[in-house]
């Protein structure tokens, strides 16, 4: 099928449209911050826009983060966006990562950096409106990139193929999804492509000194964006050589000078105001101002590797690393916004881009005579073909093949240097400077394949796989639909409809009321409008009673703000919050007014008294308006939720799930069933003539699974069961703790106890890490997020590893309810220069922000417990002999240990030096104590030394078979009569008293004779 020039123009048009608008609704729906790296990018933008140029110290880098080392040519594209989207409004978001109290409203739920809230909904104010106006800079660029993407394919493509594969481009969900967010592998994606689209007619002519020096310039541009495009300029040098064309003095002085014009302004702006001379020497000192400055794993990792910054280098086990891992992650995120894609997504592609690719290598061997005579569509070329070059596709194939392994290295690197999966498995770190080059190999292999009828038929199924994937598997994903924005700003916008500014003390005040439209037949919208004074810590539940004018009850609520979603340990001073509940109601006859009693309760605590609010007579004219009950046969529905959420979504912790019978059956006659059996009765019930109502509030033991309702009988029988009447999505929290095989009971503050841990492994190389479990239990609710301190100590009490965390890496303890136990698996880096030894790991726990407070012990006001022992490398110093024994011995103990010898000598103050040579004959199970007895002429005990080897440093169940232990002891025999005395010595367990047997003595010892 041939197009006409008009028509390809106007169907291109259309799709460049097309793109944008959804680019368009993609950065209107994307929450902010969940897209990589977006937040540290804006927080560059805003930086700029403010100051009008980067960073120009340290502290200044600290404060906008890991991206104020980066070139900063696409920040400053979109910093006057960000100026001219501003608007009077909120200047901040709520930062999971800054206070650790968010994490509390997040419990169970993901955010990349936000606790996203009404903040961010339409219409756009503040931080809000100049965050999307920056993603404008994006979509143009994206729009440019799809420009130079398609007139490149049209020198090797009909039109037709090459508007499929640009389509296909527009519609590739990873492209899509960063065209419409901050970041930029926009930018870098639009020069590349400027970059191939003036390189491409070099396959067919000779290049103009223009030419050359036009791409110096947009590749030193490139390389202001991004540092990936380091390689880039090889790309040139491999176009020659492909070639066989000379590259000679002039082009290379025109590219390498529009290069350099280009690079040097940010490499003199760094370099000034950074260098590091004075402190790293040459040349570190010149490398270390790109590389210092904001917490950033692969410069952080890079920083390591030339001993710059202080940063210790993770190890890497090539041959144990998860490479499967690591290649299906990257080539994911090439296509899908999310590395979690079902396979069933994933995998048609990748064997789709496999054939495409094996099709392209094939395509090498097949002569393209016909492209020889039949020039390409696009006419500004026509003229300048060049049949010697044009005569085979194979330059075109083999120079995009080797574009693609240009930016490869560098991901790989940064996977070796970090051992990071997540940083450094990005696709679109390829997918943007390579689009056109895999464009092209694209082309190449479904034309080798199917011709041209059936590569565009390929095409068009790719289009509609890519467009189908992204309404029903990547949109949901990308825009949080699971997860709605909560109902709650840093400012009130406008008064609510009713007036109150009722104080409820500790912090806590009542601002009004709003009345939602909305009817349900057993339920009454209302929204109570909330606002903290102070920072809360505890979590109030809310506890709302209707009645008539009568004081007749006529409806019941109880829950924490926004259903549980916002408690209010999570509320920050001056957070505006607007908690719909839906008031399950009783049916009545007409009422004239409505009475509210609003009540704050905290566990534990009585609260204060309830306010009683007189609602305006509307409002009694909806409830007297609410739809007639249903009464024909027995029925029960969940009520509506005012969380943003359906009620056939799940429920979580915190979450009050109210239901209506339409039986007037009493509160005990009804009880939710978990999945494995157990029985939940409401927590506020009411009956009335016609139906009933039930509140459940689900807490944090409840079971994640399906819930059924039962209806209960006088006798507590199930009368009728209503199956799967909800879904409880909890997360998975324990009761009670396994069996340890190294209990504690530890209380740390009556905070928390550490009932106990297992060590499964006790021996590690310096340089490598052992796995460590604790076991953790709550006893009481905490305000404070506490990190975990590791400091593996030698017998010196020398740190040569550990490392601080959170527990499990993410859980924090102010998320943990008391009684909950926490299990924490993890692995205990130990320094590479660790020397041979017995360490012991000393663990605590302190306030994430204030290291220097940890929590003490209960009982003994000490910071922290041992755990271990651990052997680390060989034995250590102390238990290596100096000398040979003065009088050498054979005695076996057992099965594992052997008397090599000993050597006595005397000591002023009456002291005796013992030095005993023992050989592990095999590794010991336990480790034992070892028993010097002197004994009389009479067999009396006179003296007793009873220790572990090597002063306890080495003990016995760390000695390997084969090794020499070296026991150097001084034993004090002032209290010792004049006399002959007979020294016996032995090996016992201490746990149990069992000595380890001696041959030929039943009594289990050996004798050294003495003269005192």
Do not use: C
């Amino acid at each position: 099928m041939t197009l006409s020039p008009s028509l390809t123009k106007r169907i291109f048009l259309l799709l460049l449209l097309l793109f944008g608008l959804l680019a368009l609704i993609f950065s209107v729906n994307i929450p902010l911050g969940e897209s990589p790296d977006e937040y540290a990018h804006f927080k560059y933008v805003q930086f700029l826009a403010e100051h009008g140029r980067p960073p120009i110290n340290m502290a200044e880098r600290e404060t906008v983060g890991y991206r104020s080392k980066w070139p900063p040519l696409y920040q400053y594209l979109a910093a006057p966006l960000a100026r001219w989207g501003w608007s009077d409004g909120p200047d901040s978001l709520k930062d999971v990562s800054s206070n650790s109290r968010n994490a509390i409203a997040l419990d169970g739920l993901n955010a990349m950096v936000f606790l996203h809230t009404d903040d961010e909904s339409f219409p756009f104010r503040g931080i809000a409106r100049s965050w999307r106006a920056a993603r404008l800079a994006s979509i143009a660029l994206s729009l440019g990139t799809l420009i130079f993407l398609f007139l490149t394919l049209r020198y090797e493509f009909s039109a037709l193929i090459s508007l499929l594969i640009t389509a296909a481009a527009a519609l590739l969900p990873e492209f899509l999804f960063i065209s419409a967010v901050i970041n930029d592998d926009a930018l870098l994606g639009f020069l590349t492509a400027l970059f191939l689209w003036i390189l491409w007619p070099l396959f067919r002519r000779e290049g103009t000194w223009q030419r050359y020096l036009a791409l110096g310039i947009v590749a030193g541009l490139a390389m202001t964006t991004k540092y990936s495009v380091l390689f880039l300029p090889f790309s040139l040098l491999w176009l020659h050589l492909l070639l066989k064309r000379p590259f000679r003095l002039l082009q290379g002085g025109l590219f390498a000078g529009g290069y350099l014009l280009m690079v040097s302004g940010w490499v003199f702006f760094v370099l000034y105001h950074f260098e590091q001379i004075k402190t790293f020497g040459l040349p570190k000192g010149l490398i270390a101002p790109f590389l210092l400055g904001g917490v950033d794993p692969t410069t952080r990792a890079l920083a390591a590797a030339i001993k710059i910054g202080g940063y210790n280098a993770p190890t890497f086990n090539f041959f144990h690393a998860p490479w499967r891992e690591w290649l299906q992650t990257f080539f994911v995120t090439a296509l899908f916004p999310r590395a979690d894609m079902s396979v069933w997504l994933w995998i048609p592609l990748l064997v789709f881009f496999i054939a495409a690719l094996i099709g392209s290598l094939l395509s090498l061997r097949r002569s393209q005579k016909t492209a020889a005579n039949t020039p390409s569509a696009h006419s500004p070329t026509r003229k300048s073909v060049n049949p010697q070059i044009r005569k085979s596709a194979n330059p075109q194939i083999l120079f995009s093949l080797g574009y693609i392994l240009l930016f490869v290295p560098l991901p790989l690197y940064r996977f070796v240097i970090t051992s990071n999966i997540a940083e450094t498995a990005q696709g679109r770190h390829i997918l943007f400077p390579a689009l056109i080059p895999l464009a092209m190999l694209l082309g190449f292999g479904s034309r080798y394949w199917l011709k041209e009828r059936g590569a565009a038929a390929a095409l068009i199924a790719l289009i509609l796989f890519f467009s189908v994937s992204m309404a029903f598997a990547v949109w949901p994903k990308i825009t949080l639909a699971d997860f709605p924005p909560l109902p709650m700003k840093t400012s009130l916008d406008s008064p609510p409809q009713l007036l109150l500014n009722n104080d409820f003390g500790n912090g806590i005040r009542l601002l009004g009321l709003d009345f939602p439209d909305g009817a349900d037949p057993n339920a009454l919208p209302l929204t109570l409008v909330w606002q903290a004074q102070d920072v809360l810590d505890a979590d109030y539940t809310v506890q709302l009673q209707l009645s008539d004018e009568n004081d007749r009850l006529l409806g019941v609520w109880q829950g924490q703000p926004v259903n549980g979603r916002y408690p209010t340990r999570a509320w920050d001073k001056g957070d505006v919050i607007y908690d719909t509940v839906w008031l399950p109601v009783l049916g009545s006859a007409a009422i004239k007014s409505l009475n509210l009693s609003v009540a704050l309760r905290a566990a534990g605590e009585d609260g204060g008294a309830a306010r009683v609010i007189s609602l305006p007579a509307s409002v009694a004219s909806k409830f007297n308006a609410l739809p007639p009950q249903v009464t024909a046969g027995f029925q029960t529905r969940l009520l509506p939720r005012g969380d943003g959420f359906d009620v056939r979504d799940p429920y979580r912790y915190r979450s009050a799930m109210a239901l209506n019978l339409n039986i007037p059956a009493s509160g005990d006659a009804v009880v939710l069933q978990a999945p494995d059996g157990q029985r939940y009765a409401p927590t506020l019930a009411l009956t009335g003539f016609t139906n009933a109502i039930a509140i459940f509030n689900v807490d944090w033991p409840w079971p994640a699974g399906d819930y059924d309702l039962l209806l209960l009988n006088e006798e507590g029988g199930v009368q009728k069961t209503i199956a799967k009447i909800a879904r409880v999505q909890n997360r998975r929290r324990l009761l009670a703790a396994p069996p340890l095989s190294h209990p504690l009971n530890a209380n740390f503050n009556n905070q928390f106890e550490l009932l106990g841990y297992e060590l499964p492994v006790n021996r590690v190389l310096p340089g490598e890490e052992f796995e460590v479990t604790l076991v953790w239990k709550a006893l009481t609710v905490n305000n404070t997020s506490y990190k975990i301190f590791n400091h593996l100590l030698n017998a010196e009490g020398t740190q040569y590893g550990g490392q601080d965390r959170i527990p499990q890496g993410y859980y924090s303890a102010i998320l943990w309810n008391p009684g909950e136990v926490v299990i924490d698996r993890y692995a205990v880096p130990v320094a590479a220069n660790a020397p041979n030894g017995i360490y012991w790991l000393d663990l605590g726990l302190y306030p994430e922000d204030d290291p220097l407070a940890p929590l003490p012990l209960a009982d003994t006001g000490q910071t922290g417990v041992k755990l271990g022992p651990v052997k680390v490398g060989g034995q250590p110093a102390a238990s290596l002999s100096p000398a040979p024994p003065d009088v050498p011995r054979q005695e076996q103990f057992g099965d594992s240990i052997a008397l090599k010898g000993y050597s006595l000598a005397r000591e002023a103050d009456k002291q005796l030096r013992l030095n005993l040579y023992w050989e592990a004959t095999a590794s010991p199970p336990l480790d034992y104590t070892l028993f010097i007895h002197l004994v009389d002429a009479s067999g009396a005990v006179a003296a007793q030394f009873d220790s572990p080897p090597v002063n306890g440093l080495y003990p016995t169940s760390f000695w390997d078979a084969g090794e020499q232990i070296f026991d150097s002891r001084r034993l004090d025999l002032s209290e010792l009569s004049p006399g002959e005395y007979t020294m016996r010595l032995g090996w016992y367990n201490s746990a149990s008293g069992q000595r380890l047997p001696v041959s030929g003595n039943p009594e289990n010892f050996v004798e050294i004779n003495l003269e005192n």
